[in-house]
């Protein structure tokens, strides 16, 4: 199911991953890292692909719409679990 949400709110999810996150993710997805960071507004796409991530300009950064939740919904959980342990 596709999620709208502003791309701040997408770098801000980005930076509040723990160290070895997005190995982590990648790893459990079978995905390279480069991929992971292409769905966080990187966009090296001669090592890795386009998660299906749209970013339109507007206001604060603009608008994404995630065609796929699955890196944003484990980044959120990873986030939550860090948080917990705190």
């Known amino acids: 199911m596709a999620k709208t949400i502003t791309f701040n709110e997408l770098r801000r999810i980005k930076d509040s991953l723990p160290d070895g ?5 990648a790893d459990k997805l079978n995905v ?5 960071r292409n769905y966080f507004g990187g966009s090296n796409y001669e090592f890795g ?3 299906g991530v749209h970013i339109e300009q507007g206001p604060d950064g ?3 719409v995630l065609d796929d939740t699955t890196i944003y919904d484990m980044a959120c959980e990873i986030i939550r679990n ?3 342990k705190e």
Do not use: D, F, P, R
């Not at 996150?21 to 993710?25: F, P, R």
């Open 62 to 64: 603009g608008i994404v």
């Open 82 to 84: 860090a948080q917990e």
């Open 49 to 51: 692909k386009n998660a």
């Open 21 to 25: 996150a997005t190995h982590q993710i």
């Open 32 to 36: 390279t890292v480069q991929t992971v």
